[in-house]
């Protein structure tokens, strides 16, 4: 296995990863901002409150958006193993 298969196989699993996180963590980023800039308004400093609409949020978001998340990484990890008799060579 050469190093450019590896860098190749390091990028290709750091953009997965970063494609399948991005839909929750954009979700929790989003809400989190919102709820900031309610409490800012509001003056309510309560540190909690942010804790359930992030959580309905992100549970939203795993609902509408999970299979597409799995069946993403099933092609990935599809990918890697069909790969591995010519990187074994």
Do not use: C
């Amino acid at each position: 296995m050469s190093p450019e298969q590896v860098l190749t196989l390091g990028s290709e699993a750091m953009q997965t990863t970063l494609i399948v996180a991005a839909p929750v963590l954009g979700t929790a980023l989003m809400i989190g901002l919102i709820v900031s800039i309610f409490q800012a308004a509001t003056q309510i400093n309560e540190q909690t409150l942010s804790f359930i609409p992030k959580l309905v949020g992100v549970m939203a978001v795993l609902l509408l958006a999970g299979h597409w998340m799995l069946m993403t990484l099933v092609d990935y990890m599809r990918h890697i193993f069909t790969m591995i008799p010519q990187l074994v060579n």
